[in-house]
């Protein structure tokens, strides 16, 4: 594809569920990004993976979040025992020069109920 | 925290006129960014400015940085209605490969 793409758009679950959330960078780029921004809020971080390198995981609010990329390439965020706080858009970037964060996707709106 | 804090929060100009952004840090950087938003959705990647860098442009838009007060503004000349959206600066610290520290966001209306 010619960008980031982020799947699912939406997705309303229920308090105590876990959730997972794809991100699908743009072919060849080695840093990818995952932020969330809530309501009327800036971008907060969440991780950081650069290559080969383990990811910075300093932005993770709590041991209920957790990321993987698997080859290199697609990324996966999972948010087990989802809290209503965790509502917000998961925003995901990629870019091939690190610290760059060029290219974002459109995000995953994420409802907790 | 916060590293880049944009201010006013909040614009509205008519459309035509310029507009004007600011955004403060707090550490010592390597570059400075702006992206823009629209519809609480993905963002755009605008501009990039390095810390050796004193003023960029690019198309309508100006960016300048000063190192000495940490600060940058974004200067968007002639504005149109399609230039409502938020603008966010992000800064990467100058300490090693840091990821980008996004501000809360300028949200512009640009009035037809």
């Known amino acids: 594809g010619a960008g980031v793409s982020q799947s699912p758009s939406n997705k309303v679950t229920e308090k105590g569920k876990d959730v997972e959330l794809r991100c699908d960078p743009i072919?060849?780029?080695?840093?990818l990004y995952w932020y969330r921004q809530s309501l009327g809020q800036g971008l907060e971080f969440l991780i950081y993976?650069?290559?080969?390198?383990?990811?910075?995981k300093s932005g993770l609010p709590s041991d209920r979040f957790s990321a993987e990329r698997t080859g290199g390439s697609v990324s996966t965020l999972t948010i087990q025992r989802t809290q209503q706080e965790d509502s917000a858009v998961y925003l995901c970037?990629?870019?091939?020069?690190?610290?760059?964060?060029?290219?974002f996707g459109p995000g995953t709106r994420l409802t907790v109920l | 925290s916060q590293q880049g804090e944009e201010d006013p929060q909040a614009l509205s100009i008519q459309e035509g006129e310029n507009a004007t952004m600011n955004c403060s840090y707090k550490?010592?950087?390597?570059?400075l960014q702006w992206y823009r938003q629209n519809s609480g959705r993905g963002l755009v990647h605008l501009i990039l400015?390095?810390?050796?860098?004193r003023e960029k442009h690019s198309g309508r838009l100006r960016v300048t940085l000063d190192t000495s007060k940490k600060s940058s503004s974004l200067l968007i000349t002639a504005s149109r209605a399609a230039d409502t959206a938020s603008y966010f600066c992000?800064?990467?610290?100058?300490?090693?490969?840091?990821?980008?520290?996004f501000g809360k966001g300028t949200r512009l209306s640009v009035i037809a």
């Open positions: 072919s060849g780029h080695t840093a």
């Open positions: 992000a800064t990467d610290a100058n300490s090693g490969n840091t990821p980008l520290v």
């Open positions: 400015i390095r810390s050796n860098e």
């Open positions: 550490t010592s950087i390597n570059n």
């Open positions: 970037a990629s870019s091939a020069t690190a610290g760059l964060v060029e290219f």
């Open positions: 993976f650069q290559g080969n390198s383990a990811p910075d």
